[in-house]
């Protein structure tokens, strides 16, 4: 079973930026498809950025051009470089495979940002 550990997160103020961490264990992760998720008190998850094994990304809507995903295979782990960041951008932020594992979300990273 996957294992997530993400973190990175904090409070911020708009428009500044943070890099957020995610350690994967129990899987091969070099092979998998990843994604960042978040959720916002009272709305659904909702994925934010995946990457592919390749290194290929797609971003929500949302947060194309501020946010970047990456990933690091020797060390098992993948990043979400966060730009430009706005009080919409205040969640949960997980990450998971993709698609999600549903028994493996990890505990994520609160991510604040002031207005």
């Known amino acids: 079973q996957v294992q997530l550990v993400e973190s990175g997160g904090g409070l911020v103020q708009a428009g500044g930026s943070l890099i957020l961490s995610c350690a994967v264990s129990g899987i091969r992760f070099s092979i998998n498809v990843m994604g960042w998720y978040r959720q916002a008190p009272g709305k659904r998850r909702e994925l934010v950025a995946g990457i592919s094994s390749s290194g290929r990304t797609n971003y929500a809507e949302s947060v194309k051009g501020r946010f970047t995903i990456s990933r690091d295979n020797a060390k098992n782990t993948v990043y979400l470089q966060l730009n430009s960041l706005r009080a919409e951008d205040t969640a949960v932020y997980y990450c998971?495979?993709?698609?999600?594992?549903?028994?493996?979300w990890g505990q994520g990273t609160q991510v604040t940002v002031s207005s």
């Open positions: 998971n495979r993709y698609p999600p594992d549903l028994d493996s």
